[in-house]
């Protein structure tokens, strides 16, 4: 039992101290309700709570314990909200598993179970899930968390699906993982930075800072199946160092049912983002994807977006690295944003263009409601700051004609000539058989971001680093070129000799990848 200003809390059985902690976590972070310190009220109960305590739990049924209960002093109402209940681990997590064709351990996850125990509108890990109306063709869910109390905004996850059901399911997988990047629980050891870092580009890119001291964690270099020390804060939104080194973006994160799983999916995500920047920064002109080459639900899709004055199209966006990655773009004349491009990459390409219709189609018709978009002026690129800046500068009708040299062409390409099926039957098959497609690659770094709460619920987020691809970055003035990789993807690819920008260079200009 404790007591704070008008509100006492209890559990009706002994709470484990995971459960406190979450408990104190989410009261302090969600609500300033800080029952950690010289707060507590550790003085028996009156003799009116005491009764009601003793009322409350006798009308309890067996099986409901796993919940605290807030009793309102002034009104006598009394609340029941979620405990985090923490089970064993998983044995599957870090085994070899059966896959489906997606490359999901379990392809239907019940969430209700997560939601049950991380959901409270008042002092739950997720306080907020909403639906957005916005999306016609696919239903939206977001949920919202607080990622640290030394963070004053909250963070969304976001799911879009054919129902709201499968949206929540995956709004609540996504927050999941983006609670992870913050609230990474890993060992950490101080070391100086140039005897951790012995890539070439790396060295390059960090060379002011080789001499200072950050924490480190270890990691496995998946080519070499070894491990590593890499520096803390390439996988930590919130870090414990007295500066910031380099600007890190959740490139490369991603959550799954095992470590093979996740991993997989966080080089999906780095091949994507990889292939964007060199697209272009290069200015490459892309192979156009026939939507009538496509299968049914995504012509349908399709079709219920398009009008006369706005369509989408796909492209092959495939550099050096054989694995199907899909760019969309959507061009509106009379709706905003007038441009919007999203990306995808997986082994089996049905997932792939259905990734980058989904993310393009979804952006589009609630950004098409946002009075900001297309607002804003900017005076020069180097006003391209945030995240929203890289679409935003290109959501106005004028910008349509960036996009041209991709339309030089007439010609189209069926799904069926561009790809291969892929198939794999384990986790561990797909994670083996992405790297080796990956030929010019020697250094995979991935960290295991180890989280209790995670974890215990049966799930494993990684984030990977690969110093000689080209990784994500935001704001103009933030940018990290790596020349010779986009150089390279290039000249070691069916689209050799069609950039726009010749080698040693590239196309100046803010990327639109929102």
């Not at 707060?39 to 009601?52: A, L, N, V």
């Not at 070691?492 to 590239?506: C, F, L, M, V």
Request: some cysteine; overall charge negative; aromatic content about 12%.
């Amino acid at each position: 039992m404790n007591k704070i200003e008008n509100r006492c809390f209890f559990s009706k059985t002994p709470l484990t101290e995971t459960s406190q902690k979450y408990i104190m976590r989410n009261l302090k972070y969600n609500k300033k309700v800080d029952l950690t310190g010289d707060q507590i009220d550790e003085t028996p109960y009156c003799e009116i709570t005491s009764e009601i305590v003793r009322l409350h739990q006798s009308i309890q049924e067996d099986g409901v314990s796993e919940c605290f209960y807030e009793i309102n002093n002034q009104d006598l109402a009394i609340l029941k909200h979620p405990i985090y209940k923490k089970e064993e681990l998983p044995e599957w997590l870090y085994k070899e598993n059966q896959v489906s064709k997606t490359i999901r351990v379990k392809e239907n996850i019940d969430t209700e179970y997560i939601k049950k125990q991380l959901f409270d509108n008042k002092y739950g890990t997720f306080f907020n899930i909403y639906k957005d109306i916005s999306s016609k063709e696919y239903a939206m869910v977001g949920v919202e968390f607080k990622p640290s109390p030394f963070f004053d905004d909250s963070e969304t996850g976001f799911g879009r699906a054919e129902t709201f059901q499968k949206a929540e399911s995956q709004a609540i997988l996504e927050a999941l993982e983006r609670y992870g990047i913050y609230n990474l629980e890993n060992q950490s050891v101080k070391q100086q930075l140039n005897t951790v870092i012995t890539d070439p580009v790396q060295k390059k890119e960090l060379k002011k800072h080789l001499d200072k001291e950050f924490f480190a964690v270890e990691v496995e270099e998946l080519i070499n199946q070894k491990t590593a020390l890499q520096p803390e804060q390439f996988f930590k939104f919130l870090v414990n160092d007295p500066e910031i080194m380099v600007n890190e973006t959740s490139n490369g994160v991603a959550l799954g049912s095992s470590y093979y799983e996740a991993a997989v999916y966080s080089l999906f995500e780095f091949i994507e983002r990889d292939a964007f920047l060199t697209f272009w920064h290069k200015q490459v002109p892309l192979r156009q994807i026939d939507k009538e080459s496509l299968n049914v639900k995504q012509k349908k899709i399709i079709d219920e977006f398009e009008t006369e004055n706005k369509q989408v199209y796909l492209f092959d966006m495939r550099f050096d690295i054989d694995i199907p990655t899909i760019l969309s773009l959507v061009i509106s004349k009379n709706e905003k944003p007038a441009t919007y491009v999203s990306a995808a990459a997986h082994l089996n390409y049905d997932v792939a263009i259905e990734g980058a219709l989904k993310e393009a189609i979804v952006a589009h018709n609630v950004y098409k409601n946002n009075p900001a978009v297309a607002e804003k002026v900017y005076g020069a690129k180097e006003e391209v700051v945030s995240l929203s800046d890289h679409f935003n500068y290109y959501s106005k009708p004028e910008s349509i004609t960036v996009y041209d040299f991709l339309f030089e062409s007439n010609k189209l390409f069926s799904v069926a000539a561009l790809f291969e099926k892929n198939s794999v039957r384990t986790d561990k098959e797909a994670l083996e058989k992405v790297i080796k497609k990956m030929k010019r690659v020697n250094t995979i770094y991935c960290c295991d971001v180890k989280n209790e709460l995670i974890n215990h619920l049966g799930f494993i987020v990684t984030k990977v680093i690969i110093p000689e691809m080209q990784t994500m970055y935001f704001g103009y003035e933030n940018k990290r070129i790596n020349q010779q990789r986009i150089d390279q993807a290039v000249a070691d690819s069916s689209y050799k000799n069609t950039a726009r920008i010749q080698e040693g260079e590239y196309f100046d200009e803010p990327h639109p990848f929102p």
